[in-house]
């Protein structure tokens, strides 16, 4: 009779490790160096309720809970295209310029989803600032729609990351 269980439990696990396994952690991170020191570029990124002030998808982002820049607040992001992300900050220090939010809900392809940017120096007077992040895919079945596979989790978050970089990059050095 032991090994009966022991048999069902092992199916059981084994089916319930393959359906976790249809959704891997997934990770994308994106980089650009800013001829600007650190102080400037991270002036400009560093508040939670300033996205739409450098990235070009975003048409309005505002505090919905909790104050500006405090760990717990969250932020209401509606897009160009109208669709919307409400994200909650996890981390936030002005010593290391750097933050840390999670995706609550929204558009994107995405979730289980956290991300951190972080400001540093890149030589005389440059900056390097990274955005990564790690998440899964929206559809965590085994068998995702078109579109909403591992790839297009992992494409989206990079082009999210490189168009808003590329464009702090653009106004920054405009200065």
């Known amino acids: 009779m032991n090994v009966v269980r022991m048999i069902a439990v092992a199916a059981l696990l084994s089916v319930a490790g393959s359906s976790l396994a249809a959704a891997p952690q997934l990770k994308a ?7 600007a020191p650190v102080a400037a570029v991270w ?6 309720d300033g996205l739409g002030n450098w ?3 975003v048409a309005k982002d505002e505090i919905v809970e909790g104050s500006n820049d405090k760990v717990g607040a969250v932020r209401l992001l509606t897009l160009k295209d109208g669709g919307t992300i409400k994200e909650k900050l996890l981390g936030f220090s002005d010593t290391s310029h750097s933050f840390k939010y999670a995706i609550l809900e929204g558009v994107l392809p995405v979730s289980s989803y956290t991300s951190t940017l ?10 390097k600032v990274t955005w990564s992040g790690s998440f899964k895919r929206k559809d965590t079945s085994d068998k995702p729609a078109d579109g909403a596979d591992d790839k297009a989790a992992t494409t989206t ?9 590329d464009n702090l990059k653009t106004l920054v050095e405009a200065k």
Request: charged share 20%; glycine share 12%.
């Open 29 to 35: 991170s994106e980089s650009v160096t800013i001829n």
């Open 43 to 48: 002036d400009k990124v560093k508040s939670f």
């Open 55 to 57: 990235h070009p998808a």
């Open 118 to 127: 972080v400001v540093k120096p890149a030589g005389k007077g440059a900056s």
């Open 157 to 165: 978050i990079s082009s999210v990351y490189r168009g808003g970089l």
